[in-house]
C-alpha cells in the first residue's frame, strides 16, 4: 500500500467515524463537534484529490463558522442530551405494512448501488491518472467570476433573505 | 492512485449515515446536523468527478453547496430556536400545529 491509499484510509475512517458518531451518540454538543472531526477528515480527503480550495474553505467556513453558529445555539438551548419520549406517538408510517415497504425500497435502492457502481465502466482507474489537477485558486476564481457568474449573483440574493428570514424567524414577538 | 469508485463509496457510506441520522434521531438540532453530513457527502462526489475529469467546475459547485448549507444553517437555526420558545422541547414529534 503506498502511502496515498494510506492517507486516504486514514481520512476515509476519521470522516466516516465522525459522521457516525454524529448519528449514534445523544448528547448534541458531543454531536457537533464530532462532524467537525469528520469535516477534518473530508479537509484532507480534498487535498488528496488535489483541490486545496475546497479543503482550506471546508475548514474556515464549514468547521469554523457552521459548526460554532450549531454549537452556539445548542448551549443557548441547553439542549445536551436528547428529549425524552414524553412528545412521541405512534406515527401512521410506523405500522408493519409500510415499514415492510420501506425496507423493501431500501434494499431495492442498495442493490441498484451496487449495480451501478459495478457495471460503470471507467471506475477503477487511478483519480488523476489521465488528466491533471486544476490546483490553483486563481483558475478557481477565475470561472467562478466568469462562466458561473450569474450562480454566484443569485447566490447573494440567497444569503441576503436566509439572513433576513433568520433575523424575523428568532425575533421575540412583542405582544 | 485511488480509483474513483473508492471515492463514490465513501460519499455513499456518509450519505446513508446522513439519512439514517435524520429518520431515527428525535433531535432538531441532530437532524439538521444529518443534512449537513450528507451534503458534504455530494461535495465529495463533485470534487471527486472534477478531478478524475480535469475540470474545475466540481470545486465551484462546492463553493455554491456550501453557500446553500450555510443559508440553510441560518434559517434552521431560527427555527429552532423558535419552535423551543413555543415548547420547550425540540424533539420533532412535539410539533403537531400543522398536523390535522
Known sequence: MGSDQLLFVGFGALALLGALAVVAQPN??????????????LSGLYVLLESPFVAVVQII????????LFLFVVML???TRE????WDRAHPYYRPGPMRLGAVLAVLFGVQMIWALTRTVGLGVGVGETRPAVESVRDVGRVLFTDYMFAFEVT???????????????????E | MIPLSYYLVLSGALFAIGTAGVFLRRNIITLLLSVEIMLNAVNLTFVAFGRQQGVVDGQIITFFVMTVAAAEAAVGLGLVIALFRGRESLNPEAFTALKW
Open chain 1, 77 to 79: 438551548l441547553n439542549a
Open chain 1, 28 to 41: 448534541p454538543v458531543y454531536s457537533v463537534i464530532a462532524l467537525i472531526v469528520s469535516f477534518f477528515g
Open chain 1, 83 to 86: 428529549d425524552g419520549s414524553e
Open chain 1, 61 to 68: 467556513i464549514y468547521a469554523g463558522a457552521i459548526m460554532v
Open chain 1, 156 to 174: 447573494s440574493i440567497l444569503i441576503l433573505a436566509a439572513m433576513v428570514g433568520a433575523v424575523v424567524l428568532a425575533r421575540r414577538r412583542e
